[in-house]
């Protein structure tokens, strides 16, 4: 599927994903244009982020730093076989894990994205919109098991079933494991 898919546009993706999971503010504009969007869809509790973020050090801000300054340990994966592209667009599933920094619990996510790419130098995107669809909360006891089993993944794009198959068998997680198929 990963063939199939715009080169640039996968880069633009990888660039945004080591940003935001490694802390590297200044990768984020080779991601973005200056004038981009960020649109937050929310349909869990279990994080907050504003709806409509417009800039790219605003988005700099929400992504990375802000984001960084509550978790480690984060690792995103883009669903490469849950994702769809046309000229200017391409849309994923994702699921991340992380680690909150003051408490040590886990957290555990899955939603999509629909990244919107810059039609005159389609070097950059315009606007991405991320839907958050569930946040699993796990105790800090499963920490290093998931850290563990996330480092061991294909990343930053992996397959569903690599996923499903190898995620670790712990109850609070069997609505995200149905989640990715």
Not at 94 to 114: F, L
Not at 139 to 150: G, L, N
Request: proline letters at 3%.
């Amino acid at each position: 599927m990963l063939n199939a898919l715009n080169c640039g546009h996968l880069t633009i993706v990888e660039n945004y994903i080591r940003a935001k999971d490694k802390n590297e503010p200044a990768l984020m504009s080779t991601a973005f244009a200056e004038d981009a969007t960020l649109e937050m869809i929310l349909k869990t509790e279990n994080m907050s982020f504003p709806a409509i973020t417009d800039g790219l050090d605003a988005i700099t801000d929400i992504l990375v730093r802000h984001f960084n300054d509550a978790y480690e340990n984060v690792h995103t994966f883009c669903l490469a076989d849950k994702s769809d592209s046309t000229e200017y667009e391409l849309s994923c599933k994702w699921m991340v894990c992380m680690t909150e920094r003051k408490s040590g619990g886990v957290r555990m996510g899955t939603g999509n994205y629909r990244w919107t790419f810059d039609r005159e130098t389609d070097s950059r995107a315009v606007k991405l919109v991320i839907t958050i669809e569930q946040i699993a909360m796990l105790s800090s006891d499963v920490s290093e098991e998931i850290v563990s089993w996330a480092q061991g993944l294909p990343y930053p794009w992996c397959y569903s079933d690599t996923i499903r198959q190898t995620m670790p068998d712990i109850e609070q997680l069997s609505a995200l494991r149905r989640s990715i198929a």
